[in-house]
Every structure is written in C-alpha cells, then in structure tokens.
C-alpha cells in the first residue's frame, strides 16, 4: 500500500510563500511522473505542477508559471511546491498525486488521468 501525505499549508497573506511536501511512504515504489493539483470550492480539480521524475524534467499550469516551483529529493521519497507570490485565487485545497507509468509527454499535460495514488490533501487559504 503507497501513501502519499500531503503537508505545509495554512493561511497566508497575499504576496506570501508557503512550502508544500508530499512524503510517499514506500520507499519500493517508484513513479514515473508526480503532481501537484488544487480543488477550490465549487470547481473542478485542475493540475498546476508535474516532475518526471527520472530526469527531473518540471511541467506548470499558465496560472503559477513563474511563482511556483516543484522540485523532488529521491533520498527522502518527497516531492515539493514552493508557492511564491500567491494570490486569492491560489486557495483551494492542494494534493499531491503519483503515477507509475506517465510518459513525459502525458506527465507534461498535468492531467488527472493516469495517476494512481493520491493524497488527502492540505488546505491553502491566501487573504487579501
């Protein structure tokens, strides 16, 4: 059983940075491509960030290109969002998510499909 857990949100002021961490609990698994995805109220789920992680190649949404990075250290199985200059409409609840066979090509798309494990998610709120 692999799980992913999520942590680091919280409540911020516009302009803010907060750090997200996604720790995979089994050190046996490897996946080819992981993401980052956020769920705000009423919407649908929308990805913002994808690593493919063999060469480590970074994937964004037009809407955090520039302010957030994602980025992976192997010796500790975590995958993280940095979250730089957010605004309002960053907040949403963000989760991370794991796929075991994305080519880089459908990694890059930062879809939903494809992943196999997701997880439970940590809440971003940005104020004004």
């Known amino acids: 059983q692999v799980r992913l857990v999520e942590s680091g949100g919280g409540s911020v002021q516009a302009g803010g940075s907060l750090r997200l961490s996604c720790a995979v609990s089994?050190?046996?698994?490897?996946?080819?491509?992981m993401g980052w995805f956020r769920q705000a109220p009423g919407k649908e789920r929308e990805g913002v960030a994808a690593i493919y992680t063999g060469p480590g190649s970074t994937y964004y949404s037009d809407s955090v290109k520039g302010r957030f990075t994602i980025s992976q250290d192997n010796a500790k199985n975590t995958v993280y969002l940095q979250m730089n200059s957010l605004k309002p409409e960053d907040t949403a609840m963000y989760y991370c998510?794991?796929?075991?066979?994305?080519?880089?090509?459908?990694?890059?798309?930062?879809?939903?499909?494809?992943?196999?494990?997701w997880g439970q998610g940590t809440q971003v709120t940005v104020s004004s």
């Open positions: 089994s050190y046996t698994y490897s996946s080819s491509c």
């Open positions: 998510a794991a796929a075991r066979y994305l080519s880089a090509t459908a990694c890059s798309r930062i879809s939903r499909s494809g992943y196999n494990y």
